[in-house]
């Protein structure tokens, strides 16, 4: 009995003054039907974060729109975890979210051997 929640994407890379959205996810399970209250910590004054709707019936969706502050490069960029809580019907649930703000992703070659 609850519910699930879910952020797409999970991980955004912005420059400096950009913005980044994320679409959260509720979906109830176990015939959960109350209303959700959705809230996210910023873990910086360099990030201001937005929320809408800031409470949701599940099934639905959020946005979580992440503004950043900055003004000139930020090398080699800086990485921030959002925390995001629901709570709704005596259930709580966590994620949380990545932003890279600056910089750049590296993935490294991935090797296949065949047998």
Known sequence: YGFDLAANPSVHII???????????IQPT??????????ATSP???????LNPASVEPPGQALLTVTDTHTGPLLPG???????????????QTTEVQLLVGGTRTHLPSVLRGD
Do not use: K, M, Q, R
């Open 30 to 39: 176990g015939g959960f039907t109350a209303t959700v209250a959705l809230t």
């Open 15 to 25: 420059a400096p003054g950009e913005v980044a959205t994320y679409t959260l996810s």
């Open 78 to 92: 800086v990485w921030y975890t959002i925390p995001i809580t629901v709570t709704g019907g005596s259930v709580t």
């Open 44 to 50: 910086s004054p360099d990030l201001t974060l937005g």
